[in-house]
């Protein structure tokens, strides 16, 4: 098989900077997708977020001016090696300097000037890729720029590309007037239909129409998003590109969360040895000033706080869900709402609930660790990360049935003992709440749940089957 190279281009990666899913798959999947032997490279903006323990190993590559339209910008490429993956970072202080990375009034020229600045990049660092993966909509212009400006040259002629979509709801909307400002491609594409929705540039839809391939990371989602109630409004182009459509379920990184050698979590513990499990509850009981009791079940919940997270379905239910001898652990940040939510239940509720409104990495592992469940009712859920972190940490995951969480949690049947999780079908609050009971159940029929534990523990959600898939796709495009 030939040896492919692949620039995977990602607006977050972890661990240099995360808000969500797309920097853990854009920080593992180079990693499995090398260890097939690939020649595979990740690309990003040099965020000033970036922490300086990283920034100031950068070794400086190159640097160049591009024209972004009638701009003459610099571009600087600086360059890390990631634990084994060439990770380049693209320098322009005016563009990724700003207190936040994602809610600029000019967000639109930052990924604009980013995509343009990656394909100018590459002839310059002689790097030519067979596959430019790209993803969500801060990379959906690449595709477009390739064909318009780049594949009449011989260098660029053979690329391909592949877009993922990791969430339809986020689809980088912009007015008209940045066609001729700001992107610099050919007026025709509006006209033909490419690159508008609702009479406004997308650059959602301008990566889904122009690259050669699509993906979506979860088999559910990919059929979801071609209905109008998962669609986001675009679903009539993702029936349009249906047959470009795969999905391909994320994994996380078995390696780097592993409870038996993870150093964030307070006491390590495998499937054979359960006891450090529950010490890991003691103590995260006493770090969130609850009290330490074994026998309650601890539910965990860490999310981004924004509708699609379900978060309105637990405000319906607090009373009744507070009636239950449990405790709540959650960790997040997000809308006011939901914020004061939590904290307003941890006020009325402080031995019964936690809420920390903040981002914290090594506290989340905690909660993965020392819960016993996990609660994620998403309205939809792509692919979810947070369910197959608490599979891989034992913890038992509640979920709503949609997108990857219907992909990945088997609700358990007392028939005949199979199951990882719990779910629920219909987004409705009485529905969730019957289900968070009957889990609370099944807690206490110990030799029952010791099994779930044990099935969740099983299962493999690592990076192995899915990257193997992506290699494969990889080659149906430069064969076809
Ligand atoms: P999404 O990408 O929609 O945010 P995912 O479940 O795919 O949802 O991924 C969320 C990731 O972000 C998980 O790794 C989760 O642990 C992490 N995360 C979310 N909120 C926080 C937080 N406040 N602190 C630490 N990690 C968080």
């Not at 591009?66 to 600087?76: D, I, K, L």
């Not at 693209?90 to 600029?104: G, M, T």
């Not at 430019?132 to 660029?156: A, E, R, V």
């Amino acid at each position: 098989m030939k040896k492919l190279k692949v620039l995977f281009v990602s607006s977050e990666l972890s661990p240099f900077i995360k808000t969500g899913g797309l920097a853990d798959v854009a920080g593992a999947l180079p990693k499995e997708l090398k260890k097939l032997v690939h020649d595979v490279r990740v690309v990003m903006p040099q965020y000033s977020q970036i922490p300086s323990k990283y920034i100031q190993n950068l070794e400086h590559l190159i640097h160049f001016r591009t024209r972004v339209v009638w701009r003459n910008e610099y571009v600087g490429v600086n360059k890390l090696d990631n634990k084994g993956i060439i990770t380049y970072f693209i320098d322009n202080k005016s563009y990724f300097h700003r207190d936040n990375i994602y809610e600029n009034e000019d967000k639109y020229l930052q990924f604009a000037y980013f995509c343009r600045a990656v394909l100018e990049m590459l002839p310059k660092i002689n790097f030519k890729a067979d596959i430019i993966h790209c993803n969500d909509w801060h990379t959906g212009p690449l595709s477009i720029m390739l064909k318009d400006n780049y594949q009449k040259y011989n260098f660029y002629k053979d690329i391909k590309t592949v877009y993922t979509i990791h969430n339809l709801r986020y689809q980088g909307v912009f007015s008209r007037r940045i066609l001729e400002d700001v992107l610099g491609i050919d007026h025709k594409y509006w006209d033909l239909g490419v690159i508008e929705h609702d009479n406004c540039i997308n650059y959602m839809k301008m990566g889904i129409e122009a690259s050669d391939l699509i993906t979506t990371v979860s088999n559910t989602y990919a059929k979801e998003i071609k209905t109008a109630e998962y669609g986001e409004g675009l679903d009539y182009v993702m029936r349009m590109n249906g047959d470009d459509l795969y999905g391909i379920l994320n994994g996380i990184s078995y390696k780097d969360n592993d409870p038996a050698v993870d150093n964030r979590i307070y006491s390590n513990y495998d499937i054979d040895n359960l006891e450090g499990k529950y010490e890991n509850k003691i103590k995260l009981q006493e770090e969130m000033g609850l009290p330490q009791k074994a026998d309650i079940p601890v539910i965990g919940l860490i999310s981004r706080l924004v509708d699609q997270k379900g978060l309105d379905l637990i405000a319906l239910v607090i009373d009744e869900l507070m009636q239950e001898d449990i405790q709540l652990v959650m960790l997040g940040t997000g809308s006011f709402k939901y914020e004061e939510m939590f904290k307003e239940m941890s006020r009325l509720y402080p031995n019964k609930v936690a809420a920390n409104i903040k981002y914290d990495a090594t506290l989340a592992q905690k909660i993965y660790a020392g819960s016993d469940m996990f609660l994620m009712p998403s309205k939809f859920e792509p692919c979810g990360l947070g369910q197959l972190f608490s599979l891989r940490y034992g913890t038992i995951p509640i979920v709503r049935e949609t997108g990857g969480l219907k992909d990945t949690i088997q609700s358990y049947n007392e028939v005949n003992g199979e199951g990882n999780g719990f779910s629920f079908t219909h987004y409705n609050e009485k529905d969730m709440l019957y289900t968070i009971k009957r889990a609370i159940s099944f807690y206490y029929k110990r030799e029952v749940w010791r099994k779930m534990v044990e099935n969740a523990m099983k299962n493999d959600f690592s990076w192995t089957n899915s990257a193997e898939r992506y290699i494969e796709l990889y080659n149906k495009l430069l064969t076809d």
